[in-house]
């Protein structure tokens, strides 16, 4: 079946610090490809997307390209800051069933961000 | 914006009851789906529908049954709530196409 493979975590990393965090994918036919982030207390909200190979999703300073030669959709960002710190989810979406859209979604990886 | 409401941010409820979850949104979306959040397992679904009346087994349907009479409102139904049940429940509404999906607050159940 489909699934997402993310890197574990926890990550800490220091303020202004490289960020990487790596997710794969396994999926029939072509997904759209998501990003989502918890913040402490609060619920799950779309960090970024791409919805075909090659595209480059970005919000915030964050950047993921759709790679479907390696079935990759890696999160990177060139500065953390201390208000990044969450949990990063990363999410495929098919159609599935008619109209439905499956979501499936990786485990998790925290990020802590150190001043 | 989107608003997707979940009916309880916390819950405590004694083994052997009959819990109800619901999740109203406001946006005519077609799709909707109930996941639990457990720490180091992510977000695993449990049901799904596509439409009014219809529904689909996710990953981790036992134990759990779902409703959705109008188009705007699913709900979780947990028959016989035991501990292994004590979970964050998330309630997520999107529309077909490949369109981002939208995220209750959750509701924290706790299974005594």
């Known amino acids: 079946g489909d699934s997402v493979t993310q890197m574990e975590g926890p990550v800490t990393l220091s303020e202004e610090a490289f960020l990487t965090i790596n997710c794969t994918y396994t999926?029939?036919?072509?997904?759209?490809l998501f990003w989502y982030v918890q913040y402490p207390g609060e619920g799950l909200q779309l960090l970024l997307k791409?919805?075909?190979?090659?595209d480059k999703g970005s919000n915030k300073g964050f950047e993921a390209t759709y790679r479907k030669e390696t079935t990759s959709f890696h999160l990177e960002k060139g500065s953390v800051q201390v208000s990044d710190s969450a949990v990063y989810f990363c999410?495929?979406?098919?159609?599935?069933?008619?109209?439905?859209?499956?979501?499936?979604f990786g485990s998790g990886t925290q990020l802590t961000v150190l001043p | 914006d989107v608003k997707v409401t979940q009916s309880s941010r916390y819950l405590v409820k004694r083994t052997g009851e009959k819990v109800f979850l619901e999740c109203v949104q406001d946006?005519?979306?077609?799709?909707m789906f109930w996941y639990r959040q457990d720490p180091g397992l992510g977000l695993r679904l449990i049901y799904f529908?596509?439409?009014?009346?219809?529904?689909e087994k996710g990953d981790i349907p036992e134990g759990y049954s779902v409703s959705r009479e109008k188009k705007e409102r699913f709900s979780l139904i947990l028959e016989s709530a035991s501990t292994n049940q004590t979970s964050m429940y998330l309630c997520?509404?999107?529309?077909?196409?490949?369109?981002?999906?939208?995220f209750g607050q959750g509701t924290r159940l706790t299974v005594v």
């Open positions: 529908s596509y439409d009014v009346k219809m529904k």
């Open positions: 999926a029939t036919g072509y997904p759209s």
């Open positions: 946006m005519d979306h077609e799709n």
């Open positions: 999410a495929l979406a098919l159609i599935s069933s008619g109209s439905a859209r499956q979501l499936t």
């Open positions: 997520v509404s999107g529309g077909p196409p490949a369109t981002e999906a939208f």
């Open positions: 791409a919805t075909k190979a090659d």
